[in-house]
């Protein structure tokens, strides 16, 4: 696809592995809002973590991305990790069902 530039329809990328949800058509806007609202329901320290290792690891040999993930992670596990830790133990959590925040 990348060399060619042959266009992938939905279902080619979710085949692929590219898209990981299918919606009906005209119900992207509403898929998409409620992913969003999803998303801003998970734990934003941890967030913005994950998303500056996803962002700037490529970079860098494995052994040296895991370790900057692990560096990248500390403000997470300052911020609230033994108290969403015991949350998700006791069931809080899983699936994605987090508590909002007030």
């Given at each position: 696809m990348l060399m060619t530039g042959?266009?992938?329809?939905?279902?080619?990328?979710?085949?692929?592995?590219?898209?990981?949800?299918?919606?009906?058509?005209?119900?992207?806007?509403?898929?998409?809002?409620?992913?969003?609202?999803?998303?801003?329901?998970?734990?934003?320290?941890?967030?913005?973590?994950?998303?500056h290792s996803a962002l700037t690891?490529?970079?860098?040999?494995?052994?040296?991305?895991?370790?900057r993930e692990i560096k990248g992670?500390?403000?997470?596990?300052?911020?609230?990790?033994?108290?969403?830790?015991?949350?998700?133990?006791?069931?809080?959590?899983?699936?994605?069902?987090?508590?909002?925040?007030?």
């Amino acid at each position: 696809m990348l060399m060619t530039g042959r266009p992938v329809d939905a279902k080619e990328a979710y085949h692929f592995g590219l898209a990981d949800r299918l919606v009906a058509k005209g119900e992207a806007l509403q898929a998409a809002q409620q992913l969003a609202l999803e998303l801003s329901s998970f734990p934003q320290t941890a967030m913005l973590s994950d998303r500056h290792s996803a962002l700037t690891q490529w970079d860098f040999p494995e052994a040296e991305a895991i370790e900057r993930e692990i560096k990248g992670s500390q403000a997470a596990f300052k911020d609230g990790f033994q108290t969403g830790a015991g949350r998700f133990v006791s069931g809080t959590g899983r699936h994605g069902e987090f508590e909002k925040p007030e």
